[in-house]
Structures are given as C-alpha cells and as structure tokens.
C-alpha cells in the first residue's frame, strides 16, 4: 500500500469517525482494547456497540505485511460480551517478492469478566478464527483459543496481564500445534487528553522459535468518546518481525439498548 493511499484511507476513516460518533446517544465512555496485545479484562458498557479500526505496517527482513485491522464490541450486561475481528485488507509480500492482497482471517470471542473490586478484575476469553483469508493470506484452518486476563489499577498506572493458549488447525512437522503466549501492558495518563502505553509480549511453541516484542505507543483522546493512538512495536529477536508501525481509533457506533 503506497504512502498516498495509507494517507488518503486516514482522512476517510477519520471523517468516518467524527460522524459516527454523533451516533452515541450519551455521554458514555469508550472501553479501548486497542494497541496493547493485552486485552483488558473489563467489557465496555452494556449495550454500547464499540468499534476499533487501525492501519498496522510491519516488515520481517525482505518481507513486508500491511493490514487494516477491526474489532467490533458489544457487552450483554457488565459480566458477558462478545468480539468480532480481523483484517478488512491485507496487502503482503514475501521474501521472494510474492505479493497477496484480500480478506485475513475472522475472529469470533465470547468474553466474561469477574469484577473484583473498583481497582481488579479478572477475564476469560474463548476464541474461534475461521479461515476467512485464502491459504496465500492466512493458515486456512480454524484455530481455537482461550485467554486468562488479570487487571490491575496500581495508583495512576493500569495493568492488563495475559495468558494464553492457542490450538492451532494447521502446524509443521515437528512442531507442537498448541501455542502459549504471554503479555503485559501498562498504560498511564502524561498530560490532558494524552496517555502512554508500554508492552511486553511474545509466543512459545515446542519445536519452533520463540516470538518476543516490545511495544510503545500514545493515546489521544478529544472526548471520552474516542480514542486516537499510534505507536510501534520492535521485535526482540529473529523469529519476530523486525518492526511495526501502527495507528487505530475506538469509537461508538451508538445504543443498541
């Protein structure tokens, strides 16, 4: 994806964004899972349809990856909520300089949260991805997956601790089909309307290597209403990808109820 389209979709999206949000009927806040891997344990208000969409560039060596990533959310009541993601578009090319561009992958998430206190919570996450992209794109089988979260308010500083196993449907020969990742972020508000989030990441897999990445980024927010971030995540070895560069915002579509 060229810098004049990356730069034309931004303009649209933030356009598209600025009207959606007249959509919201009150004054709620939003509940941002975005840039973090981490997902934070609590759901976003009842009855709140919450959107997220970004733009996300990586490379691994010769390899390039571009992506327009999106989540839908929608919590039943405080305890019960569902996620809906993927890739609108991904654009890829290899080391070889094969170039695939189409759909990715779509996930399905039955969340729960388990409200401890103002300050805690914990969350379980039951996942499915459905091989939506084709094979060139995406693995081509369906992956199961569950996600043990840990919140944590400690002073001005939020925490969200994950721990994860995945099944994937397709694995090479050798290697265990049964993925383990781990992941911490920490997130506190700098100034007005800015915050600041630090991240440490990364997957295991008996018989392939190790995937460990740190990530960085800010947060904007003009309202309660809308969150705007852009950061990067850099790789921390040869397994991961070398560096990636992103931005997304979270919105509200409106009251469902």
Known sequence: MSSSHILKWLSASALASLSLIALADDDAGVTPYRPSVSSPAQLPLPGQLELEMGLLSSKQGDARRGSLPYQLKLAFNPQWG????GEALVSARDDSGNRAR???DTTLVLKRAFLI???SALG???GIKTPTAKDSIGSGKTDYSINGIYSQDIGKVHMDANLNFVHLGIADPGTSSTQTGLSASFSTPIADKWGATAELSGTHRS???NISQILAALAYSPSNRVTIDFGVAKGLNKASPDLSLFTGIVLP???LW
């Open 82 to 85: 569902i996620l809906i993601g």
């Open 253 to 255: 579509l409106g009251r």
């Open 207 to 209: 018989g392939s290597d």
């Open 102 to 104: 189409g759909l990715g």
């Open 124 to 126: 379980l996450e039951f």
């Open 117 to 119: 206190d103002d300050s």
